[in-house]
């Protein structure tokens, strides 16, 4: 995929995630740009500035990762929740509780545990 292409698809994502309706007006607003400088940059006639890309990714949460990935058997995942303090262990553990729940609701669910330590399932199975 060329950077065209690739600009394209950001603008696309940036306006369904802003509504169809008013997507390219709100577009040119979170930018600070006219209406008519979307409509180049969404044709091809203009290009996006590196910051221009930051601003819809934080702003519109688009994942440049997703764009980038041309391995079909990645699978990229968000790890905010790590990044989210816990006030005790009962939050913690009760954190993943909610997505064990979450996950096994899924169809076709296949774990693959990757890690230099002791996992917290093996730790479980010692433990009870």
Known sequence: MNALDLQKKLLELAIDKLGEKNGKK?????????QDAIYKKLRGEATLQLQ????????LNISLDS????????????????????????????????QLEFASQL???YVYY???????FSIFNILF
């Open 26 to 34: 709100l577009l040119a607003e979170l930018l600070n740009q006219s």
């Open 52 to 59: 221009e890309i930051l601003i819809l990714s934080e702003k």
């Open 67 to 98: 764009l980038l990935d041309q391995n079909k058997n990645q699978v990229l995942f968000d790890c905010t929740e790590v990044m989210i303090a816990k006030d005790s262990y009962h939050a913690y553990l009760n954190n993943i509780v909610r």
């Open 107 to 109: 169809p076709e669910k």
């Open 114 to 120: 990757t890690s230099n330590e002791i996992s917290l």
